[in-house]
């Protein structure tokens, strides 16, 4: 399948533009690169001045957001309805507390106790409660404090919560800019990948899009592994194999359960979901790992095409996921 | 006043009785219908449903088609993918 690729980094991670026609995929990249700068810096949570970072400097104050802020949260308190809370933006703190407060690139791999719990005084958390106790003091606020006026275009987040949209958010950015680049294209297919989640829009190739679903999005998508074929919608993989470091010695990642304020202990390290969306996709892969041995019944109870990753490697297709056995393709 | 006649008196204590029974059905009635009026209409303590509702009921002008199904399931395609060979990708799905 001849198509035209593009690659570059942005949100701190790799981006990938695919075009089914080689002179639409200046037009595509440009469109997507305006997306993403937009993105960045409307909820980016590493940049002083996003507006992410001016919103939660300002918890208990109602502020008016851009329409694109505002499509972010929508979609994250969306997420997190549908999910029971699995997926929750209110794990901001939580997740700077376990070490992640900056850019990925800029985290050291090791290093001391995070320093929050220090500066709270260790007669509040006595050490020999453990590190883990510590973590929970910050104990996530959950998403139904937010208020969001999509009308009148404001937010109002309760004292001491702090948005993390790095989730959906990545995903809500790859349906984005798969629809600019689209548009950009005059109609022709698109393909655009942000660190592995994937949005699609336009007439596929022939027999689809062809993903290998891999527990790295580094991974060179011509190895060996599951390729499946895929037409329209988007495809996300939520992975506690990546993205990881470690505090004192505590090996830590970035999916964080809201239930304990600390990164997901559960029985799946990788999971695959092909939905109608990239965000969609997003929301039930993320949730997936999150809601651990609960995960295939709901999985299943979505009727989305699933693929679990155990943490000893075996793997589990759920719905209408292909049969890895037979190619049809 | 001419006294009555235990028929009389019969007949005027059943018409007490059937009286007595309507104003106390419609008086329950009438309980039950304001408990649910009340109940309807009173937000209670803050939940989860109750405040999910109060993120959604304004209107929305400023979403786009990736969040239109705001409150609705999670949305499989229209197609379902299919297998592919191995070493045929384009393009790799995993963590990040």
Redesign the interface.
Known sequence: ?A?A?KSWKALG??V?V?STHDDGLDAATTAVRDVLEDVDEAYSRFRADSELTRLNANAGRTIRIS?LL??AI??A??AA??T??AVDPTIGRAIRVAGYDDDFSRISAEGPHPALPRERGREAFPPERGRAMKLRAWRVPGW??????????TVWLPHGVELDLGSTGKA?AA??AA?AALAAVGGRGV?V??????AIAGEPPS?????????????????????????????????????RWSRDGLVLHHIIDPQTSLPTSGPFR?V?V????C??AN??STAAIVRGEAAIDWLSS????ARLVENDGTIHYIG?????T???? | MDSLTPTQRDRGLERLRRLTFGAAAGGLIGVVGVGIAAAASYAGTPSSNATAQTTTTTTDTTTNSSSSTSGSDLQSGPQAPTTGSSGSGTVTSGGS
């Open positions: 399948m198509v690729l991670t790799s990938h695919l329409p505002a499509t929508d979609a308190l969306r309805r549908l029971d809370g139904q404090g937010i208020r969001l006026d999509r009308r009148l275009r809500l349906d984005l629809t393909l990948s942000l660190g592995g989640d994937i027999g689809g899009w062809r993903i290998l679903v891999a527990e790295d999005s580094r991974a060179r998508p011509d190895g060996d592994g599951d390729v499946i074929c895929v037409p329209s919608g988007g495809v996300a993989t939520s992975s506690t194999t990546v993205r990788t695959t092909v939905a109608a969306t965000l969609d929301i039930a979505c009727g989305l095409p209408p996921w292909p049969d890895p037979s190619v049809a393709a």
